[in-house]
């Protein structure tokens, strides 16, 4: 029975009555997990290749959707694991190497106003001040350095809380979404009221711009290991390899990102009263390292998804308005689907299916990769069917 028929009988639309009464219910209980939600979507894209190949060796897709998703739980979680030694490790050498000098210097509150000291001196030899004025700034400076550091650390323990449990929420949605997806994806097309070529279209740019904003985030996250390398490099930061790449891999937490690296940096630069290194590093890791990721991101993104990148831009501007970090993608999708069914409206208007309107004008020739048979005609053919 096909959607035509249906259309036309009363439960169907007794049917669409009731699910459109039932829908603000149902999404009151899914918005706290929205967040998680789309994150398993994503996580979901990027390791179906590693499903299929499991599958063929297991033979069940149950067996095979959790592998999948505990191998990405368990790299995910080395990952962190190993940052956090690593960090630990370094903030305990900084810890006994200012330990040891200030017990050289008489203690620490002698060592630290010994270090106030010098850098008012060296102030106030450069500017003509007035040594007390600048003590009396310097004494205010530091509480309120103290209180937006403090400010810093709450929100970035809070972010990093928020992320650990939407992460949890996301592996348990990513082994169903493995385990089922295939057949909810073939349901879907079943059910639309639209050629499946035009589905698969649809669905496919989804999953493009799904892995647009993948290689997006990777291309940042290397972008940014480059250039703080180059910061810390040049300000002298002991072992600057390492902290660029933990810089690089901290790039992708959502609102804190590589600023949980080059910020102690910079505070360690200021504790050794080395001024001018310290405000130059910051620069550079505000402006040009900071930058990196509103330019990089929507080139990238952009190529894929055949869109602007200064659409993309404010795109990503947009989402992050409205849903928060997670937003940084939700509005580069929302953007290209949108296009997608404007494009998929054209050509129905038109009556010739599987030609837009600008294609046929000339205007969109090689803005398209054209669909491969498997995506655009047999689809659900090709994947799992989701049964044991």
């Not at 490790?89 to 200030?102: C, H, I, P, T």
Request: hydrophobic share 55%.
């Amino acid at each position: 029975m096909n959607f035509a028929s249906v259309r036309r009988s009363p439960a169907f639309y007794f049917l669409v009555a009731l699910l459109i009464l039932w829908t603000p219910l149902v999404w009151s209980v899914a918005e706290p997990f929205l967040t998680s939600l789309l994150l398993a979507l994503v996580l979901s894209v990027v390791i179906y290749p590693l499903y299929q190949w499991l599958l063929k060796g297991v033979k069940r897709p149950g067996v095979a959707s959790a592998f999948a998703t505990l191998l990405s739980l368990v790299a995910v979680a080395g990952l962190a694991t190993v940052m956090g030694l690593v960090l630990s490790e370094q903030v305990a050498e900084g810890y006994r190497y200012l330990d040891a000098k200030s017990a050289h210097e008489g203690g620490w509150s002698v060592f630290a106003t010994r270090i106030m000291d010098r850098s008012v001196e060296f102030i106030a030899a450069r500017t003509n001040s007035d040594e007390a004025a600048l003590r009396q700034q310097a004494n205010e400076g530091i509480r309120q350095a103290a209180a937006v550091f403090l400010g810093f650390l709450r929100n970035m323990v809070t972010a990093l809380t928020s992320g650990l449990v939407n992460f949890l929420f996301a592996s348990v949605f990513v082994y169903f979404f493995l385990r089922h997806g295939p057949r909810w994806v073939e349901k879907i097309v079943g059910v639309l009221p639209l050629e499946p070529e035009a589905t698969w279209r649809l669905l496919n740019t989804l999953k493009d711009s799904v892995i647009a904003n993948v290689n997006g985030v990777l291309a940042v996250a290397i972008s940014q290991a480059i250039l703080l390398f180059a910061g810390f490099y040049f300000a002298g930061i002991g072992g600057a390899v390492l902290w660029s790449l933990m810089g690089g891999i901290a790039s992708v937490i959502p609102i804190v990102g590589g600023t949980i690296v080059w910020v102690p940096c910079v505070i360690w630069l200021l504790v050794q009263a080395e001024w001018l290194k310290a405000i130059l590093l910051a620069a550079w890791c505000a402006i040009v390292v900071g930058s990196s990721d509103n330019v990089l991101r929507p080139l990238v993104v952009g190529g894929r998804v055949q869109q602007h990148p200064v659409l993309i831009g404010l795109a990503m501007m947009g989402g992050a308005q409205a849903f928060g970090a997670a937003g940084v993608m939700i509005g580069p999708v929302a953007l290209s689907f949108f296009h997608a069914v404007i494009r998929e409206l054209a050509v129905v208007s038109d009556g010739n299916h599987g030609v837009s309107l600008a294609e046929r004008s000339g205007l969109g020739e090689g803005e398209r990769e054209p669909l491969s048979e498997t995506d655009a005609a047999s689809g659900p053919e090709s994947a799992p069917s989701g049964g044991e």
